[in-house]
């Protein structure tokens, strides 16, 4: 799937409710997608937005007054382009489906499922991508095709295309060799009528294995010309394909060699002359023939990279001048242990390659620890030394989940380099079957580390000054949550929060950040100074309604004024939680506490929520603020939503910000506080000079 955590999905909902849009908006959010949403009130707006920026993916109330089903199909389908829609509905029968289907759309959504509803968006934007990368690869392959057919004209090689024993397409050097003046005297003459009489039976069985999909790669035989010359040729057949349609490249050249010696040529074209093994070439070429096979599930292989642990120390033992001779030596051990199932190469300097074909995991790994064992437990004898040397073998199980020829090859060197880099004489093999294992295990791992950090105190903090654009300066720092690791490493909250919100941790680790943001406030305050921390809190909190009684506590246990703490709630999650959020707003700000709105002008409707939640600042939105300089639509946005904020009597802060002319843009818009790296990064220290 071609979209990430980086990337995001461009989502119109066409509904009647600024709050049911939203909600759906936050669903999906909450579910990892980044969505950039727009929500038209009116026909013309639906025209506009469609013309400046198509969405990816449109959710449609059928029944919605403002923006008509029909004016929104009809819209769709003017636009010309690729724009999936769906039905939202409260519930589907027989009859939904078959108004969703007659008038073109792909699903039908259940509004108040949000699993269904992250199901299908997920689904129909991984159809999406695939239909553009489908769109995307034709174009490429019609390119191709033409850069071929141009490369086939010019060549000096005899190439034909053969459909069915017909001849549909050939070079000039092709007509050359039998004599034709052009492809109008060949065409649709049967590729038999060019071989000798006498070739005619071993020609026919030939076409028989063809038919049956056994082509040789390579075929002598007598070849004959339109005058009745006949001429020693070998033929070479490629499966391909020809304006759509399957056929066999054939590539003919004239045998002016024994056919003996020619052959003998060949095979030593393929080899390695110091191993005797297959050369990287040609190896690569039956690799690719493997990968595909398994890309069509027809078959699993596996590909293991070998190579002698401590490579350098063997040079310096035996000298530079007995590379070969050492790289021969593993090579002809490597040969011993191998069975009729294996082909082996030398795929690099000192690496050497086994694709062990028709292979399970099973079968794999007990080639890949007979190989390994075959060099711990033997004597490396070259013509000048004997060496006791070891191998890492690392490798990857080619199966229908890992059909790529570039995966594969990265995967098997990542084994052998992971192998080699603990000491070596051991085997890595990946198997893409045991990825979802591995996960689930991962998983497990990370809730205990969780919960120990918990239980622990292994949590810490980082801060980041919040500078004063306009007038006197005050001392604040947002709060940054970081997990001690191993010594001197920190791990960043997006590594963890995701595990921590699924497996019900999130509550736990908001009181730790709050009660720990408190005690701090506590400790500077008997210090002398008087510093504000912003917080922020996760809807897990929203949820949980003993917070406001924690909050309370831990202000009288430290002597802390509630004013200098600060509560950051996601815009969108108070759009979905907006009673739960209403009710600590109103409890914690009896102690001065204060709360605000983060990531605000993300959603369908910022503004509108501030009548139902007076939130006492508002922190832009980053997505804005850190393209800036460069986006017009960004600068105007921000001017907006300060100039609206100033005229409500409430705080703006901005975020992200990366350079000089993004702050002199926050400070002609009017933004009170800015954070970033221009100005301090986070750390583990409150030390910001904020009178300078």
Known sequence: MAFGKDAALRLMVVDDSVEAAEAIVSGLRNSGIAVRPSRPENEAELASLLEQQPPDLMLVDPQASGVPLAAVLQAVSASGKDLPVLFLAEHVDDALLMRAMEAGARGVVIRRSVPHLQSVVRSEWADLEARRALRRLEAHVRETERRCDALIDSSRDPIAYIHEGMHIRANQAYLEVFGFESFDDIEGMPLLDLVAPAQVGAFKQLLKEIAHGDAPPRFETEARTMEGESFKAVMEFTPATYEGEPCLQVVIRRQEIDPALAREVEELRQRDMATGLLNRATFLRTLEDAVAAAAQGDSQHALLLVEPDHYARLLQDIGL?????????????????????????????????????????????????????????????????????????????????????????????????????????????????????????????????????????????????????????????????????????????????????????????????????????????????????????????????????????????????????????????????????????????????????????????SFQL???????????????????????????????????????????????????????????????????????????????????
């Open 610 to 692: 501030l009548s139902h939640f007076p939130a006492d600042f508002l922190k832009i939105d980053r997505s804005f603020t850190q393209d800036l300089a460069t986006n017009p639509a960004s600068q105007q946005r921000v001017r907006e939503i300060a100039a609206k904020a100033q005229e409500m009597g409430k705080q703006t802060l901005a975020e992200f910000v990366q350079d000089a002319a993004t702050m002199t843009i926050l400070f002609s818009a009017g933004v009170h506080y800015a954070q970033g790296h221009f100005l301090a990064p986070a750390g583990p220290a409150m030390d910001y000079e904020f009178d300078v």
């Open 321 to 605: 001048d007995a590379a070969d001779a050492l790289i021969a030596a593993l090579a002809e051990r490597l040969r011993r242990v191998l069975g009729e199932d294996a082909v082996a190469a030398r795929f690099g300097e000192h690496q050497l390659a086994v694709l062990v074909r028709n292979a399970s995991h099973k079968r794999s790994l007990e080639v890949a620890e007979a190989v390994r064992a075959a060099f711990a437990g033997h004597v490396i004898e070259t013509e000048r030394a004997s060496l006791n040397a070891t191998v890492s073998v690392g490798g990857v199980q080619i199966s229908e989940k890992i059909a790529s020829i570039s995966a594969v090859l990265g995967k098997a060197a990542q084994c052998v380099q992971s192998a080699a880099g603990v000491g070596g004489n051991r085997v890595e093999l990946f198997d893409p079957g045991a990825a979802d294992r591995a996960e689930e295990e991962r998983i497990e791992a990370w809730v205990r580390r969780i919960r120990d950090a918990l239980d622990g105190d292994r949590f810490t903090m980082f801060y980041q000054p919040l500078v004063h654009l306009h007038g006197e300066p005050v001392e604040m720092y947002e709060t940054f949550l970081r997990l001690q690791g191993e010594p001197g490493e920190l791990i960043q909250p997006l590594t963890f929060l995701q595990i921590a919100e699924e497996h019900g941790l999130l509550w736990e680790i908001d009181r730790w950040v709050v009660g720990r943001a408190i005690q701090v406030i506590g400790e500077r305050l008997r210090g002398g100074r008087r510093t504000r921390l912003l917080v922020k809190i996760t809807q897990a909190s929203l949820q949980d309604d003993t917070l406001a009684a924690f909050i309370e506590e831990q202000l009288a246990k430290h002597k802390v004024d509630g004013e200098l703490l600060v509560m950051q709630l996601p815009e969108s999650k108070v759009f979905t939680h907006l009673r739960a959020a209403q009710a600590l707003q109103e409890r914690v700000s009896r102690h001065g506490v204060k709360v605000g709105l983060e990531q605000f002008g993300a959603g369908l409707n």
